[in-house]
Protein backbone atom coordinates (compact mmCIF):
# COMPACT_ATOMS: atom_id res chain seq x y z
CA UNK A 1 0.00 0.00 0.00
CA UNK A 2 1.66 3.44 -1.35
CA UNK A 3 1.41 5.55 1.84
CA UNK A 4 2.96 9.10 3.02
CA UNK A 5 3.81 9.93 6.38
CA UNK A 6 4.66 13.75 7.64
CA UNK A 7 6.08 14.53 10.90
CA UNK A 8 8.31 16.91 12.49
CA UNK A 9 5.87 19.82 12.70
CA UNK A 10 5.28 21.74 15.86
CA UNK A 11 5.00 24.93 17.21
CA UNK A 12 7.67 27.53 17.28
CA UNK A 13 8.54 31.51 17.56
CA UNK A 14 9.66 33.54 14.52
CA UNK A 15 12.77 33.10 13.86
CA UNK A 16 13.12 30.05 14.77
CA UNK A 17 13.62 26.50 12.80
CA UNK A 18 12.00 23.07 12.21
CA UNK A 19 12.93 19.91 10.83
CA UNK A 20 9.79 18.00 8.60
CA UNK A 21 10.56 14.31 7.42
CA UNK A 22 8.08 12.42 4.88
CA UNK A 23 8.45 8.91 5.53
CA UNK A 24 7.19 6.99 2.16
CA UNK A 25 6.00 2.91 2.19
CA UNK A 26 4.59 0.95 -0.74
CA UNK A 27 7.17 2.52 -3.56
CA UNK A 28 10.51 3.49 -4.13
CA UNK A 29 11.20 7.47 -3.99
CA UNK A 30 14.41 6.90 -5.91
CA UNK A 31 12.09 6.62 -8.89
CA UNK A 32 10.20 10.04 -8.01
CA UNK A 33 11.04 13.55 -7.86
CA UNK A 34 9.16 14.91 -5.06
CA UNK A 35 7.61 17.89 -3.64
CA UNK A 36 6.75 19.65 -0.36
CA UNK A 37 2.88 21.70 -0.27
CA UNK A 38 1.55 23.10 2.23
CA UNK A 39 -1.79 24.72 3.08
CA UNK A 40 -2.76 27.68 5.26
CA UNK A 41 -6.43 27.70 6.65
CA UNK A 42 -8.78 29.46 4.00
CA UNK A 43 -6.09 28.85 1.56
CA UNK A 44 -5.43 26.40 -1.37
CA UNK A 45 -2.51 23.98 -0.86
CA UNK A 46 0.38 25.76 -2.62
CA UNK A 47 4.04 23.91 -3.50
CA UNK A 48 6.90 24.83 -1.50
CA UNK A 49 9.66 22.75 -2.75
CA UNK A 50 10.79 20.45 -5.51
CA UNK A 51 13.58 17.91 -5.35
CA UNK A 52 14.87 15.79 -8.35
CA UNK A 53 15.25 12.21 -7.83
CA UNK A 54 18.36 11.71 -7.67
CA UNK A 55 18.57 15.11 -5.06
CA UNK A 56 21.12 16.84 -7.72
CA UNK A 57 18.03 19.47 -8.34
CA UNK A 58 15.94 21.79 -6.07
CA UNK A 59 13.76 24.44 -6.93
CA UNK A 60 11.50 26.81 -4.05
CA UNK A 61 8.66 28.91 -4.21
CA UNK A 62 10.18 32.73 -3.45
CA UNK A 63 8.23 32.86 -0.34
CA UNK A 64 10.58 30.19 0.98
CA UNK A 65 13.54 30.70 -0.93
CA UNK A 66 16.91 31.11 0.92
CA UNK A 67 15.17 29.78 4.66
CA UNK A 68 14.07 26.41 3.49
CA UNK A 69 16.19 23.60 2.25
CA UNK A 70 14.73 19.94 0.39
CA UNK A 71 17.09 17.12 0.92
CA UNK A 72 15.97 13.68 0.49
CA UNK A 73 17.48 9.99 1.56
CA UNK A 74 16.54 7.35 -0.89
CA UNK A 75 18.00 4.51 0.86
CA UNK A 76 15.66 5.47 3.56
CA UNK A 77 12.77 6.25 1.42
CA UNK A 78 12.45 9.47 3.34
CA UNK A 79 12.19 13.20 2.01
CA UNK A 80 12.74 16.28 4.42
CA UNK A 81 12.23 19.78 4.78
CA UNK A 82 14.73 21.98 7.16
CA UNK A 83 13.05 25.34 7.42
CA UNK A 84 14.96 28.01 9.15
CA UNK A 85 14.14 31.65 9.88
CA UNK A 86 10.42 31.04 10.24
CA UNK A 87 7.79 33.48 9.42
CA UNK A 88 4.30 33.96 10.99
CA UNK A 89 2.84 33.25 7.57
CA UNK A 90 4.84 29.80 7.07
CA UNK A 91 2.19 28.58 9.19
CA UNK A 92 0.10 25.77 7.31
CA UNK A 93 -0.10 22.23 7.17
CA UNK A 94 2.70 20.78 5.22
CA UNK A 95 2.62 17.79 2.87
CA UNK A 96 4.72 15.88 0.40
CA UNK A 97 3.86 13.94 -2.74
CA UNK A 98 5.61 12.74 -5.73
CA UNK A 99 5.94 13.42 -9.45
CA UNK A 100 4.78 12.13 -11.37
CA UNK A 101 1.50 9.90 -10.41
CA UNK A 102 0.86 11.71 -6.96
CA UNK A 103 -0.55 9.71 -4.91
CA UNK A 104 -3.16 9.87 -2.13
CA UNK A 105 -2.00 12.79 0.51
CA UNK A 106 -0.93 11.81 3.60
CA UNK A 107 -2.49 13.59 7.01
CA UNK A 108 0.11 15.87 6.78
CA UNK A 109 2.22 17.67 9.84
CA UNK A 110 1.19 21.08 11.07
CA UNK A 111 3.45 24.08 11.92
CA UNK A 112 2.87 27.33 13.67
CA UNK A 113 4.64 29.72 13.53
CA UNK A 114 4.00 32.05 16.91
CA UNK A 115 5.06 34.32 19.50
Known amino acids: QVRLVESGGGLVEPGGSLRLSCAAS????????MRWYRQAPGKERELVAW????????NYADSVKDRFTISRDNAKNTLYLQMNSLKPEDTAVYYC????????WGQGTQVTVSS
Open 51 to 58: ISSDGGST
Open 97 to 104: NRIPSPTT
Open 26 to 33: GFTVRSYA
